[in-house]
């Protein structure tokens, strides 16, 4: 091994090889400290007058996944930051004007950064691989593409694809980035370093125009067409963030720079951006989510690396139907479906295909990998062919007795290792595993709905759960492509206790005449993707006061939810599933059903403003995790911060509720719920935000 980086070889045709390797990293990244070393073998191409160079990932998977994110986390001041984006500007400005012919052969992830290295070069081919993905991703990290990215991208894919592109931090494969531009060539991974040896051969290529249809050359070519196009851009981004985020503007910004002012102001404009963006809050909060998802990747890794290949799911509901559909199409694994009736087993296998449908058209899926996958999923309506089930997961009636006898079922039909994995949203999972002859083999799983979108799932060992089962159990929701996290079995675990009370202070509030859309509104302007009635519509208002009882009964009174609740039951307003609960639900919208302020005794009066309201639903949310850390039903403040964020919806802008309890300062927190506590004793402080508050620690 060498300490290289960038590792120049010539070939005999005069054609330069760079393999680019960071010693000792699975991933390579980029550094400011590796430039001089770039340097030198650009000067030592061009001294040795080669014809082409061509650059090569020496990683088996990627390419380059973009600048080291370390590295722009240390950036102590904004001219640190500042002096990254302008390294970055001026080494891949030489690459672009050495006199020879740069080849990017790109295998893997080549992200942020590494695409920004790619764009540099004068042709780009990449593997066909499905796991050749290349993209500027920067958005998610609260920055923006500070490599030249939001300059080289629009000329490329025209402006409308570089904004979307950008916007979402969306990754590409080989085909779409062919079709758009963004490569020139794709070809298999076998003849990679030989299709891109023969283009640096040929020579430089001359650069095209973005292959954009009429209307777009329309739009993009003139200034009132792109006038248009930016302001679409940025009403889009207020719509879908609430402003909350600084990096979409810039980067807006800096593409409508790249093509109304001269390259050097524009770049300007770019590195300026980056600079900003990267001490921005939002960005550090962004960043600490990378680094914790990352780091807890590394957790509850399993010895067994053979992977679980045959799941059972029980239940075809809405929630089975989601979980089959994950095991099969994330995770690879053959699943079968057990329903009570055929009827459960079809609803769940046509869940499965209308979502793959739905990519097929999109092309994300040729008909045959559509074939494929479904092939994995059968359903019956008996215990045939469970004998090789490695893992069984229910989703059935939130019913002990029922998921008892699914245990005693599960034990007799299948084999001695198989887990039993519950995905209860409320029952204590040692009470499911009472009977188990093998309740080391039983664990709780709960998902959240839509199951295939959601990206959290609790991991609930009990007392007896063996440690083996709870690391298969986490791995195999890795595989579904599930961030997991493992909780203590203890009413509502983490995610519903802490929203339990989130929501009944919503109600509260509503029952004391504050208006259903104004609630809804407060928290969505704070930063949560929907309102908590909403939200409570579409769980279904009868699921959440199952919930209730269950909570109040192991944790007290603070978690008594508002009777009024049992008045919409009654009159069958359940949510959106009955087509009315606080909203009525039309086939393209929703609105407030007006009748409700009358069935629930309620005259509408608001006092509070939104700041208000939405202080005290949220307070109650972070009183509820300060204790649930304190007891140990998450094992960390990260823990408790990813779990919000993944599962609820917390705004991820404030990095979820322990990093947002050290910004407001665990004294002031304490303060607030203590003055709230003074009409409603379920504002009562936590004990342990009493005491960080005299200690004055903080969870970071
Ligand atoms: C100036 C520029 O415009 C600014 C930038 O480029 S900002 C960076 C833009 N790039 C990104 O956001 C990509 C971030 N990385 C990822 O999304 C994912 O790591 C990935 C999709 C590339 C791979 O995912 P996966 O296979 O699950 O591997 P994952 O466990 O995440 O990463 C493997 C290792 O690479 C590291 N890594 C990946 N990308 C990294 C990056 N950009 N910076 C630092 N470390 C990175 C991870 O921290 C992890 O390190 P570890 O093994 O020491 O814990």
Same mark, same amino acid.
């Given at each position: 091994?060498?300490?290289?980086?960038?590792?120049?070889?010539?070939?005999?045709?005069?054609?330069?090889?760079?393999?680019?390797?960071?010693?000792?990293?699975?991933? !390579?990244?980029?550094?400011?400290?590796?430039?001089?070393?770039?340097?030198?073998?650009?000067?030592?191409?061009?001294?040795?007058?080669?014809?082409?160079?061509?650059?090569?990932?020496?990683?088996?998977?990627?390419?380059?996944?973009?600048?080291?994110?370390?590295?722009?986390?240390?950036?102590?001041?904004?001219?640190?930051?500042?002096?990254?984006?302008?390294?970055?500007?001026?080494?891949?400005?030489?690459? /672009?004007? $050495?006199?020879?012919?740069?080849?990017?052969?790109?295998?893997?992830?080549?992200?942020?950064?590494?695409?920004?290295?790619?764009?540099?070069?004068?042709?780009?081919?990449?593997?066909?691989?499905?796991?050749?993905?290349?993209?500027?991703?920067?958005?998610?990290?609260?920055?923006?593409?500070?490599?030249?990215?939001?300059?080289?991208?629009?000329?490329?894919?025209?402006?409308?694809?570089?904004?979307?592109?950008?916007?979402?931090?969306?990754?590409?494969?080989?085909?779409?980035?062919?079709?758009?531009?963004?490569?020139?060539?794709?070809?298999?991974?076998?003849?990679?370093?030989?299709?891109?040896?023969?283009?640096?051969?040929?020579?430089?290529?001359?650069?095209?125009?973005?292959?954009?249809?009429?209307?777009?050359?329309?739009?993009?070519?003139?200034?009132?067409?792109?006038?248009?196009?930016?302001?679409?851009?940025?009403? !889009?981004?207020?719509?879908?963030?609430?402003?909350?985020? *600084? =990096?979409?503007?810039?980067?807006?910004?800096?593409?409508?720079?790249?093509?109304?002012?001269?390259?050097?102001?524009?770049?300007?404009?770019?590195?300026?951006?980056?600079?900003?963006?990267?001490?921005?809050?939002?960005?550090?909060?962004?960043?600490?989510?990378?680094?914790?998802?990352?780091? $807890?990747?590394?957790?509850?890794?399993?010895?067994?690396?053979?992977?679980?290949?045959?799941? =059972?799911?029980?239940?075809?509901?809405?929630?089975?139907?989601?979980? =089959?559909?994950?095991?099969?199409?994330?995770?690879? /694994?053959?699943?079968?479906?057990?329903?009570? /009736?055929?009827?459960?087993?079809?609803?769940?296998?046509?869940?499965?295909?209308?979502?793959?449908?739905?990519?097929?058209?999109?092309?994300?899926?040729?008909?045959?990998?559509?074939?494929?996958? $479904?092939?994995?999923?059968?359903?019956?309506?008996?215990?045939?062919?469970?004998?090789?089930?490695?893992?069984?997961?229910?989703?059935?009636?939130?019913?002990?007795?029922?998921?008892?006898?699914?245990?005693?079922?599960?034990? +007799?039909?299948?084999?001695?290792?198989?887990?039993?994995?519950?995905?209860?949203?409320?029952?204590?999972?040692?009470?499911?595993?009472?009977?188990?002859?093998?309740?080391?083999?039983?664990?709780?799983?709960?998902?959240?709905?839509?199951?295939?979108?959601?990206?959290?799932?609790?991991?609930?060992?009990?007392?007896?759960?063996?440690?083996?089962?709870? +690391?298969?159990?986490?791995?195999?929701?890795?595989?579904?492509?599930?961030?997991?996290?493992?909780?203590?079995?203890?009413?509502?675990? #983490?995610?519903?206790?802490?929203?339990? *009370?989130?929501?009944?202070?919503?109600?509260?509030?509503?029952?004391?005449?504050? *208006?259903?859309?104004?609630?809804?509104?407060?928290?969505?302007?704070?930063?949560?993707?929907?309102?908590?009635?909403?939200?409570?519509?579409?769980?279904?208002?009868?699921?959440?006061?199952?919930?209730?009882?269950?909570?109040?009964?192991?944790?007290?009174?603070?978690?008594?939810?508002?009777?009024?609740?049992?008045?919409?039951?009654?009159?069958?307003?359940?949510?959106?599933?009955?087509?009315?609960?606080? #909203?009525?639900?039309?086939?393209?919208?929703?609105?407030?059903?007006?009748?409700?302020?009358?069935?629930?005794?309620?005259?509408?009066?608001?006092?509070?403003?939104?700041?208000?309201?939405?202080?005290?639903?949220?307070?109650?949310?972070?009183?509820?995790?300060?204790?649930?850390?304190?007891?140990?039903?998450?094992?960390? /403040?990260?823990?408790?911060?990813?779990? =919000?964020?993944?599962?609820?919806?917390?705004?991820?802008?404030?990095?979820?509720?322990?990093?947002?309890?050290?910004?407001?300062?665990?004294?002031?927190?304490?303060?607030?719920?203590?003055?709230?506590?003074?009409?409603?004793?379920?504002?009562?402080?936590?004990?342990?935000?009493?005491? $960080?508050?005299?200690?004055?620690?903080?969870?970071?």
């Amino acid at each position: 091994m060498t300490d290289s980086v960038f590792n120049f070889e010539l070939k005999d045709n005069d054609i330069a090889v760079v393999t680019i390797d960071v010693p000792g990293e699975k991933m !390579n990244t980029l550094r400011a400290s590796f430039v001089d070393e770039l340097n030198e073998v650009l000067q030592k191409a061009t001294s040795e007058r080669v014809k082409g160079l061509v650059f090569i990932s020496g990683k088996a998977d990627n390419f380059i996944a973009g600048a080291d994110i370390k590295m722009l986390d240390s950036a102590q001041t904004r001219d640190d930051a500042l002096y990254l984006s302008k390294t970055c500007h001026d080494v891949f400005a030489q690459m /672009a004007a $050495m006199p020879f012919t740069t080849v990017a052969a790109l295998h893997g992830a080549t992200l942020g950064g590494g695409l920004e290295f790619a764009l540099a070069c004068d042709y780009r081919v990449c593997s066909d691989a499905d796991i050749t993905k290349l993209g500027l991703p920067e958005v998610q990290l609260g920055l923006l593409p500070g490599g030249g990215g939001t300059q080289r991208l629009p000329k490329l894919v025209g402006i409308q694809k570089a904004l979307e592109w950008t916007l979402t931090g969306k990754q590409v494969r080989a085909k779409q980035a062919l079709k758009a531009g963004l490569v020139n060539q794709c070809v298999p991974q076998s003849i990679l370093l030989t299709a891109a040896l023969k283009q640096a051969l040929k020579g430089k290529v001359k650069s095209v125009k973005p292959k954009l249809d009429r209307v777009s050359q329309l739009l993009e070519g003139n200034p009132f067409g792109r006038n248009i196009i930016f302001k679409k851009a940025a009403d !889009n981004v207020t719509k879908k963030t609430g402003g909350h985020y *600084p =990096a979409p503007y810039a980067i807006i910004k800096a593409i409508r720079a790249s093509v109304e002012m001269d390259s050097q102001r524009a770049y300007q404009v770019e590195a300026d951006g980056f600079a900003d963006l990267c001490m921005s809050s939002q960005s550090k909060a962004l960043r600490g989510i990378f680094f914790a998802t990352t780091e $807890m990747k590394k957790e509850w890794q399993v010895e067994d690396k053979s992977s679980i290949s045959h799941v =059972a799911v029980l239940g075809g509901g809405l929630m089975g139907a989601g979980i =089959a559909h994950v095991s099969a199409c994330k995770a690879s /694994a053959r699943v079968r479906i057990k329903d009570v /009736a055929s009827e459960g087993v079809s609803k769940a296998l046509n869940y499965s295909y209308k979502i793959l449908s739905k990519k097929q058209k999109r092309r994300i899926l040729s008909s045959a990998e559509l074939q494929l996958q $479904m092939n994995r999923i059968t359903g019956v309506t008996d215990y045939s062919g469970f004998k090789h089930t490695q893992i069984a997961i229910e989703a059935v009636f939130e019913d002990l007795s029922l998921k008892q006898s699914m245990v005693a079922d599960i034990e +007799a039909n299948t084999n001695e290792q198989t887990i039993f994995a519950s995905n209860t949203s409320s029952l204590p999972i040692h009470q499911i595993a009472e009977k188990a002859a093998r309740p080391e083999n039983v664990i709780g799983l709960h998902y959240f709905s839509p199951v295939e979108k959601m990206p959290l799932v609790e991991v609930i060992p009990h007392a007896g759960t063996s440690e083996q089962v709870i +690391a298969k159990v986490v791995s195999f929701a890795r595989k579904q492509g599930k961030t997991p996290i493992v909780v203590k079995d203890k009413a509502g675990f #983490y995610v519903n206790r802490i929203l339990a *009370p989130y929501v009944n202070e919503a109600a509260n509030l509503l029952l004391a005449g504050e *208006p259903i859309e104004k609630i809804d509104q407060a928290l969505v302007e704070f930063g949560f993707p929907v309102g908590p009635l909403t939200l409570l519509d579409e769980v279904g208002i009868d699921i959440g006061s199952k919930i209730a009882p269950i909570l109040e009964n192991e944790l007290g009174e603070r978690f008594k939810a508002p009777d009024a609740f049992n008045k919409l039951i009654a009159a069958k307003r359940l949510g959106r599933k009955t087509g009315k609960g606080f #909203y009525l639900y039309g086939a393209k919208d929703k609105k407030v059903d007006e009748s409700i302020y009358d069935l629930l005794g309620i005259s509408v009066s608001p006092k509070l403003n939104k700041e208000e309201i939405a202080e005290r639903c949220v307070s109650q949310m972070l009183n509820e995790a300060a204790r649930c850390l304190d007891e140990g039903i998450i094992a960390s /403040a990260r823990d408790g911060d990813i779990g =919000a964020i993944f599962g609820i919806g917390f705004p991820p802008f404030l990095g979820g509720p322990f990093s947002y309890m050290d910004k407001l300062g665990a004294a002031q927190l304490a303060s607030r719920l203590a003055t709230f506590a003074e009409k409603n004793t379920a504002f009562t402080p936590a004990e342990a935000l009493v005491t $960080m508050a005299e200690n004055k620690t903080v969870y970071y």
